[in-house]
């Protein structure tokens, strides 16, 4: 009878032990993997139910809201607050001025960080080092030291109140840069060379190389990019100081007043301002994960 030497157990005539089974990449015994699958469980909970006491939240009228003992579900289920969220702001105004907002910066960014990544990966130049090395340096300065120098140079030209203001200074992002340039450097050079003898410019290897076998991180940097400005509410917040300019974040916080927050309100506008980033998530997980995992620190 002949043996077989496997990874994981050994067994006779090359059969596996059934008792182990395979789980992120190694073998584990059952009672093990049970136990990580409870812990899993157990984390997605506590990271889910947030979103869920928001959801149910938002179908509550405020005398369930503020009850004690608190009330999970709602004893009578409405869609008010919806109906005021729509009524009370300028609710699609807010969502538009969002959406020019976050996707303009995401997908002018994924352009800027993307071509400074392949310059930092695949060029040889003088004191690229150093650039890489100043570029990470500015990740250490805390936003908020720069919003009044940047504020006085919006002033100044006049940019207060404009979507320009909002966008031009989000332009670029040191995070997708490094996130990129770590990317490009694991890519092989096969094509570049091939593409380089047959005349190609650097410009066309970036563009019609190099960007299409990066898609899991321009998918995951994608996502960050987008969720990151959605969600950003101390920037708009500062270069808008009228109605027609707020940004969603910035607009659902006129629900909290000095003396009463409408948590119903407030609950179903973030709920709504949730929703397109489920979507985008949605859309790239496919390539999220990888992009994740392919993207090392690689020198």
């Known amino acids: 009878m002949s043996v077989q030497v496997t990874s994981g157990a050994v067994s006779p005539a090359g059969k596996q032990n059934p008792k182990r089974k395979r789980f992120m990449g190694s073998r584990i015994s059952p009672p093990v993997q049970l136990l990580l699958y409870l812990l899993l469980v157990s984390v997605a909970v506590v990271v889910g139910m947030p979103f869920l006491i928001m959801l149910l939240t938002s179908f509550k009228f405020p005398t369930d809201i503020i009850s004690y003992p608190p009330r999970f579900l709602p004893t009578q289920w409405t869609v008010t607050n919806y109906q005021l969220v729509w009524t009370q702001l300028p609710f699609a105004m807010l969502v538009r001025n969002s959406l020019v907002y976050s996707f303009s910066i995401t997908l002018i960014s994924l352009f800027f960080d993307s071509m400074c990544a392949y310059a930092l990966a695949?060029?040889?130049?003088?004191?690229?080092?150093?650039?890489?090395?100043?570029?990470?340096?500015?990740?250490?300065?805390?936003?908020?030291?720069?919003?009044?120098?940047?504020f006085f140079n919006l002033f100044e030209l006049g940019w207060i109140n404009t979507f320009q203001g909002l966008i031009v200074p989000r332009l670029t992002s040191a995070f997708g840069i490094f996130l990129l340039r770590q990317f490009f450097i694991s890519l092989p050079r096969d094509f570049e060379d091939a593409a380089r003898i047959d005349g190609a410019s650097?410009?066309?290897?970036?563009?019609?190389?190099?960007?299409?076998?990066?898609?899991p991180a321009i998918a995951t940097l994608f996502v960050f990019h987008f969720m990151y400005n959605w969600n950003d509410f101390l920037w708009p917040l500062i270069v808008t100081t009228t109605a027609n300019m707020r940004t969603l974040p910035t607009g659902l916080a006129l629900f909290m007043g000095e003396h009463n927050i409408e948590y119903g309100t407030l609950m179903a506008g973030a709920t709504i301002a949730a929703l397109p980033?489920?979507?985008?998530?949605?859309?790239?997980?496919?390539y999220f994960v990888a992009g994740i995992a392919l993207t090392g620190i690689k020198e």
């Open 122 to 150: 695949r060029l040889n130049f003088r004191g690229r080092n150093v650039v890489f090395l100043a570029i990470l340096a500015t990740m250490m300065v805390p936003v908020q030291v720069t919003l009044v120098p940047l």
């Open 202 to 215: 650097e410009f066309r290897i970036y563009w019609q190389i190099v960007l299409p076998l990066s898609g």
């Open 277 to 286: 980033l489920i979507i985008a998530f949605l859309f790239a997980q496919r």
